[in-house]
């Protein structure tokens, strides 16, 4: 007999090797070799037992935008291999609760934020790795920096002690088709490769962009991280 669980972990099981056969898919008409590219798991809108199948499933990257949801299932879900991401705006008193269950920030934005990352990582004795959130598509309801704002932060984050850069992440703008998400992706990209043409000691090798409904624009792009939810709890 197939229980409630069983028929859950299946049918996530399913999207996600459909997902990751898309990817790579995107990733061989870009010439590129899938194992660039990272899929991250958003459960922003899935159960904790969701959550538990998809990790079951075989994904082990899982991000979350809303701090209290990160702490909460970071302390049911203890596996070693299981690494959390936080995609949402972090409000700097959140800062000291989800600094030790993180792996990856994708969404510095401020100098304020890094100022209080900074602190609150020198006095737990951590490194923070963060991507700087870049509002590419001008899009007032996404949130993020200018992308003339992003060559001060950068230097900031590179005279820190405790925070690490990583990369840049971005989103197309509300609503957008394909082409002109491409735009936006290509944009970020760009910007990155010249950032890193000024800066050769950063690294930042890592681009977060591409979500459930353009993750395969984001990848011909050169995305090498995807943050897909609702493909996988469909």
Request: net charge negative.
């Amino acid at each position: 007999m197939v229980t409630s669980d069983d028929g859950l972990t299946k049918r996530i099981s399913g999207n996600l090797n459909r997902v990751l056969q898309r990817m790579a898919a995107a990733a061989e008409r870009a010439g590129r070799s899938a194992d660039s590219i990272r899929l991250l798991g958003v459960t922003k809108y899935a159960s904790l037992e969701e959550t538990r199948a998809l990790f079951a499933a075989g994904c082990h990257d899982l991000a979350e935008s809303r701090p209290q949801d990160l702490w909460d299932k970071a302390k049911e879900l203890t596996d070693p291999d299981l690494r959390w991401h936080f995609i949402g705006h972090l409000q700097r008193n959140k800062v000291r609760r989800t600094l030790p269950r993180l792996h990856l920030l994708h969404s510095l934005d401020s100098q304020r934020l890094l100022q209080e990352l900074e602190s609150e990582a020198g006095r737990a004795g951590l490194r923070v790795r963060v991507l700087l959130e870049v509002n590419v598509s001008g899009d007032l309801n996404k949130t993020g920096i200018a992308p003339d704002e992003v060559k001060s932060l950068v230097e900031q984050v590179l005279g820190s002690s405790h925070v690490e850069l990583r990369g840049l992440m971005g989103m197309a703008g509300l609503g957008t088709d394909n082409d002109s998400a491409r735009s936006c992706f290509d944009r970020l990209r760009e910007l990155r490769d010249d950032l890193q043409t000024q800066y050769p000691a950063a690294n930042l090798s890592e681009l977060s962009m591409g979500m459930s409904g353009d993750f395969e624009s984001a990848i011909a792009a050169g995305s090498t991280m995807v943050r897909i939810g609702s493909a996988l709890f469909e």
